[in-house]
């Protein structure tokens, strides 16, 4: 109960210095302030000073209670009013009426709820919990604790949330569930330490030990009480520390180890003495370190002892509980000491303090606890029930909001991932798209310019070297004419000159024309060579007869200089047939034949070109041939073919080109 | 439960918000592109007209004629060492 209220005291305020000496001069002062200042600090004033007379003066507590709730009402400041009826409910709870307790608790909650004031509305929550706590409700209690609990790990700071571990613990401690006790235990341990907070990391250690002793663990016990101790001194707590050494001690008696139990009792109880810390409860140590003595066969020294604890008792007769446990320590070392006399005078003076503390009144009232207590057993076990079906609801909730999260995560992600691949996608084909259309423009632009600048270059080699070459014949022709009467040789070779210029002026022409065409088709050539043909028999009497043969492809295509050059040879021998042949017909045909290729057994398919003549024909030993022939075979050459003329005199003449 | 309702709620919002952004950074593309898709074609239309007509007045290069004077027509607008990436 001490601890309880000890707890209680530390969340609602947190202030043991109220406790003080000093702190009724404190409160004098800080009721004038409060008396000067405006409603809402005013109100706050009332509430912390009517918190320390309820346990000092309750009725001027109350009185000061109920004026500032009238205050509060009239000025309309609910966050006052929930915190001054909050106390009010403590003030009803410490003075035992436990009805107009919990009214007033639910009321301020309700005022706190209602408001949203979340730091009050937890406050009032641990104070029922703590309420039910007093009553033996553990189910009722660990309701609210786990209420407090959760709003304060949701809403409020987690770090605050060590208390109500350690109350749940406090109760499964109560409740004889140590290993449920030790869980909360733990966790309000870890918050504790988290925060740096030594004092309450103590108390956590010390529950800690106790735990594990009602579970026999008493080596990790041992270590927990061990760890209390050196924090507890660390920060000069000691009501704390002794509270650690005394539960030490009891799991050494426990243990066996009586020595050890013997040293730490006798040191908790001269600094008790020493510093004036809490004297009362050196009986209960005194009484454990008799059966400690007695136990370990040292009866002096219990006997010394039993003197020290009548003396105690002379002091503080009030002590009827811990008067019990010592009569019946000092009766069992003289029954060990096999002194029955004062064995038996020790015993019966147990039986007194316990009738006395038993007496019809208190009979009644261990009748009612002990209907309370198996009550309180049953609402235990449903509350342990309640308690892991909580617990696995809340690990389903969680499991499930985790569960649900990653889903609705799972789904945005995969949206998103697949709007940004469709979009990575579109943007790739537009890329691509673009690549094969900037490609292709570079390539035609590349091919257009370079056309275009060999075109430029053309005309400016046909204008210039033309126009020279066109000059130079001019000026040829007028000295021919200037040299009228001049020798024959010398009029024969510039007639020959100006014809080779002439000559080369063509030529340059022709150059120039293949230089600038990629192609030309068999269909072209043939159309070019009819007209040829058209003015040719325009111009004689000939009959001609042209013929392409169906194995060639009209739409088969020679380089320019290939077309041209098979034109010029057509011209050429066509010409030759008309100025030298005298000719009735004139035959031309272009096929394509098989030809063998040597040595392979293969043969390959090449173009013939045939120009036939039935004029008069000429002896091929006995003629001369003039730049005509010669032309046409540089041509054949030049096609990569060969060129072969068959001529008997009378039986005309036939120029056969095969490339 | 209203943690489930909330959740889903945010995510119906953002996935809503998210299909308006890609669709409109879509449409913005697509807008690009085309444009860009539009001034290539452009681009190689005219270079193919150019490349025609210079073909058409070369095929018209007459053996007998030697009519170079009318195959050779320069084409001034063409400005040489012009790169397509100036586009």
């Not at chain 1, 209670?65 to 909050?86: C, D």
């Not at chain 1, 019946?328 to 015993?347: I, L, T, V």
């Not at chain 1, 606890?369 to 009550?375: A, I, R, S």
């Not at chain 1, 022939?629 to 054949?636: T, V």
């Given at each position: 109960?001490?601890?309880?209220?000890?707890?209680?005291?530390?969340?609602?305020?947190?202030?043991?210095?109220?406790?003080?000496?000093?702190?009724?001069?404190?409160?004098?002062?800080?009721?004038?302030?409060?008396?000067?200042?405006?409603?809402?600090?005013?109100?706050?004033?009332?509430?912390?000073?009517?918190?320390?007379?309820?346990?000092?003066?309750?009725?001027?507590?109350?009185?000061?209670?109920?004026?500032?709730?009238?205050?509060?009402?009239?000025?309309?400041?609910p966050?006052?009013?929930?915190?001054?009826?909050?106390?009010?409910?403590?003030?009803?709870?410490?003075?035992?009426?436990?009805?107009?307790?919990?009214?007033?608790?639910?009321?301020?909650?309700?005022?706190?709820?209602?408001?949203?004031?979340?730091?009050?509305?937890?406050?009032?929550?641990?104070?029922?919990?703590?309420?039910h706590?007093?009553?033996g409700?553990?189910?009722?209690?660990?309701?609210?604790?786990f209420?407090a609990?959760?709003?304060?790990?949701?809403?409020?700071?987690?770090?605050?949330?060590?208390?109500?571990?350690s109350?749940?613990?406090?109760?499964?401690?109560?409740?004889?569930?140590?290993?449920?006790?030790?869980?909360?235990?733990?966790?309000?341990?870890?918050?504790?330490?988290?925060?740096?907070?030594?004092?309450?990391?103590?108390?956590?250690?010390?529950?800690?030990?106790?735990?594990?002793?009602?579970?026999?663990?008493?080596?990790?016990?041992?270590?927990?009480?061990?760890?209390?101790?050196?924090?507890?001194?660390?920060?000069?707590?000691?009501?704390?520390?002794?509270?650690?050494?005394?539960?030490?001690?009891?799991?050494?008696?426990?243990?066996?180890?009586h020595?050890?139990?013997?040293?730490?009792?006798?040191?908790?109880?001269?600094?008790?003495?020493?510093?004036?810390?809490?004297?009362?409860?050196?009986?209960?140590?005194?009484?454990?370190?008799?059966?400690?003595?007695?136990?370990?066969?040292?009866?002096?020294?219990?006997?010394?002892?039993?003197?020290?604890?009548?003396?105690?008792l002379?002091?503080?007769?009030?002590?009827?509980?811990?008067?019990?446990?010592?009569?019946?320590?000092?009766?069992?070392?003289?029954?060990?000491?096999k002194?029955?006399?004062?064995?038996?005078?020790?015993?019966?003076?147990?039986?007194?303090?316990?009738?006395?503390?038993?007496?019809?009144?208190?009979?009644?009232?261990?009748?009612?606890?002990?209907?309370?207590?198996?009550?309180?057993?049953?609402?235990?076990?449903?509350?342990?029930?309640?308690?892991?079906?909580?617990?696995?609801?809340?690990e389903?909730?969680?499991?499930?909001?985790?569960?649900?999260?990653?889903?609705?995560?799972?789904?945005?992600?995969?949206?998103?991932?697949?709007?940004?691949?469709?979009?990575?996608?579109?943007?790739?084909?537009?890329?691509?798209?673009?690549?094969?259309?900037?490609?292709?423009?570079?390539?035609?632009?590349?091919?257009?310019?370079?056309?275009?600048?060999?075109?430029?270059?053309?005309?400016?080699?046909?204008?210039?070297?033309?126009?020279?070459?066109?000059?130079?014949?001019?000026?040829?022709?007028?000295?021919?004419?200037?040299?009228?009467?001049?020798?024959?040789?010398?009029?024969?070779?510039?007639?020959?000159?100006?014809?080779?210029?002439?000559?080369?002026?063509?030529?340059?022409?022709?150059?120039?024309?293949?230089?600038?065409?990629?192609?030309?088709?068999?269909?072209?050539?043939?159309?070019?060579?009819?007209?040829?043909?058209?003015?040719?028999?325009?111009?004689?009497?000939?009959?001609?007869?042209?013929?392409?043969?169906?194995?060639?492809?009209?739409?088969?295509?020679f380089?320019?200089?290939?077309?041209?050059?098979?034109?010029?040879?057509?011209?050429?021998?066509?010409?030759?047939?008309?100025?030298?042949?005298?000719?009735?017909?004139?035959?031309?045909?272009?096929?394509?034949?098989?030809?063998?290729?040597?040595?392979?057994?293969?043969?390959?398919?090449?173009?013939?070109?045939?120009?036939?003549?039935?004029?008069?024909g000429?002896?091929?030993?006995?003629?001369?041939?003039?730049?005509?022939?010669?032309?046409?075979?540089?041509?054949?050459?030049?096609?990569?073919?060969?060129?072969?003329?068959?001529?008997?005199?009378?039986?005309?003449?036939?120029?056969?080109?095969?490339? | 439960?209203?943690?489930?309702?909330?959740?889903?709620?945010v995510?119906?919002?953002?996935?809503?918000?998210?299909?308006?952004?890609?669709?409109?950074?879509?449409?913005?593309?697509?807008?690009?592109?085309?444009?860009?898709?539009?001034?290539?074609?452009?681009?190689?239309?005219?270079?193919?007209?150019?490349?025609?007509?210079?073909?058409?007045?070369?095929?018209r290069?007459?053996?007998?004629?030697?009519?170079?004077?009318?195959?050779?027509?320069?084409?001034?607008?063409?400005?040489?060492?012009?790169?397509?990436?100036d586009?």
């Amino acid at each position: 109960m001490k601890s309880v209220l000890s707890v209680f005291l530390f969340l609602t305020f947190g202030l043991s210095t109220l406790f003080s000496q000093s702190a009724a001069k404190k409160m004098d002062s800080l009721m004038q302030v409060a008396e000067t200042s405006n409603d809402s600090i005013k109100l706050r004033h009332y509430n912390r000073i009517s918190f320390y007379y309820i346990f000092n003066e309750p009725e001027r507590a109350k009185k000061l209670l109920v004026q500032g709730i009238a205050l509060s009402q009239k000025k309309k400041i609910p966050f006052s009013e929930a915190e001054l009826v909050n106390t009010y409910g403590i003030y009803y709870d410490v003075s035992g009426k436990s009805d107009s307790a919990k009214y007033y608790f639910e009321r301020a909650l309700s005022i706190s709820k209602k408001n949203n004031y979340e730091i009050i509305t937890v406050m009032v929550i641990n104070n029922l919990g703590m309420f039910h706590w007093n009553k033996g409700n553990y189910q009722e209690a660990l309701d609210y604790f786990f209420q407090a609990l959760e709003i304060n790990k949701s809403k409020l700071s987690k770090s605050a949330a060590d208390t109500y571990y350690s109350n749940i613990g406090l109760i499964y401690q109560e409740m004889g569930l140590p290993e449920k006790a030790l869980e909360y235990h733990n966790e309000a341990l870890q918050i504790r330490r988290g925060i740096g907070n030594k004092k309450d990391v103590a108390i956590s250690l010390n529950n800690i030990g106790v735990s594990l002793t009602l579970k026999k663990n008493y080596k990790e016990a041992e270590k927990s009480f061990l760890e209390a101790i050196k924090t507890a001194k660390e920060v000069n707590e000691f009501g704390i520390l002794y509270s650690a050494s005394n539960g030490l001690a009891e799991l050494y008696i426990l243990n066996g180890t009586h020595q050890k139990a013997i040293h730490i009792l006798e040191t908790s109880i001269k600094e008790r003495d020493r510093l004036n810390i809490d004297r009362r409860s050196n009986l209960s140590a005194i009484a454990n370190l008799i059966i400690a003595y007695s136990r370990n066969g040292q009866l002096n020294a219990a006997k010394n002892y039993i003197e020290k604890g009548n003396a105690f008792l002379v002091e503080f007769p009030e002590l009827k509980v811990s008067a019990v446990d010592f009569y019946s320590a000092a009766s069992q070392a003289y029954f060990r000491d096999k002194n029955y006399k004062e064995g038996n005078a020790y015993f019966e003076k147990t039986l007194a303090a316990k009738d006395s503390i038993f007496s019809t009144e208190n009979a009644e009232k261990t009748a009612d606890l002990e209907t309370k207590f198996k009550v309180s057993e049953n609402e235990r076990n449903l509350a342990e029930t309640r308690a892991n079906l909580a617990e696995t609801q809340l690990e389903v909730k969680q499991k499930n909001i985790f569960i649900f999260g990653a889903i609705t995560a799972a789904i945005f992600l995969g949206i998103l991932g697949f709007l940004v691949y469709r979009q990575q996608k579109l943007k790739n084909s537009q890329l691509q798209k673009e690549s094969q259309l900037k490609t292709a423009l570079a390539k035609i632009e590349t091919q257009n310019e370079l056309q275009e600048q060999r075109l430029r270059i053309s005309r400016d080699l046909h204008d210039n070297i033309g126009s020279q070459l066109t000059f130079i014949i001019s000026s040829i022709d007028n000295l021919k004419f200037g040299l009228e009467g001049a020798a024959n040789n010398v009029t024969t070779k510039l007639g020959k000159i100006s014809e080779f210029a002439s000559q080369t002026i063509y030529e340059l022409r022709d150059t120039i024309w293949a230089m600038n065409k990629t192609d030309i088709s068999i269909e072209d050539l043939q159309v070019r060579i009819s007209n040829f043909i058209e003015k040719a028999r325009a111009a004689s009497d000939v009959n001609f007869h042209f013929n392409v043969n169906k194995d060639v492809l009209i739409d088969a295509h020679f380089t320019s200089v290939e077309g041209m050059n098979i034109y010029r040879i057509i011209q050429e021998a066509v010409n030759n047939a008309l100025k030298y042949a005298e000719p009735k017909n004139i035959e031309l045909s272009i096929e394509k034949d098989a030809f063998p290729i040597e040595g392979t057994g293969g043969d390959i398919r090449k173009y013939r070109i045939k120009i036939y003549d039935d004029g008069k024909g000429f002896n091929l030993e006995n003629s001369s041939f003039g730049n005509g022939i010669a032309n046409i075979k540089k041509r054949a050459n030049d096609l990569g073919g060969k060129v072969e003329i068959i001529s008997k005199e009378g039986k005309g003449t036939t120029v056969e080109l095969v490339f | 439960m209203i943690f489930q309702i909330a959740i889903t709620i945010v995510l119906s919002i953002a996935v809503i918000g998210l299909l308006v952004w890609f669709f409109n950074a879509k449409d913005t593309l697509s807008k690009t592109h085309n444009h860009y898709i539009l001034t290539l074609e452009n681009a190689i239309s005219i270079t193919r007209f150019q490349l025609n007509f210079r073909n058409e007045n070369l095929n018209r290069y007459d053996f007998q004629k030697y009519n170079l004077e009318e195959a050779l027509v320069v084409q001034p607008e063409i400005i040489l060492m012009e790169s397509y990436n100036d586009i």
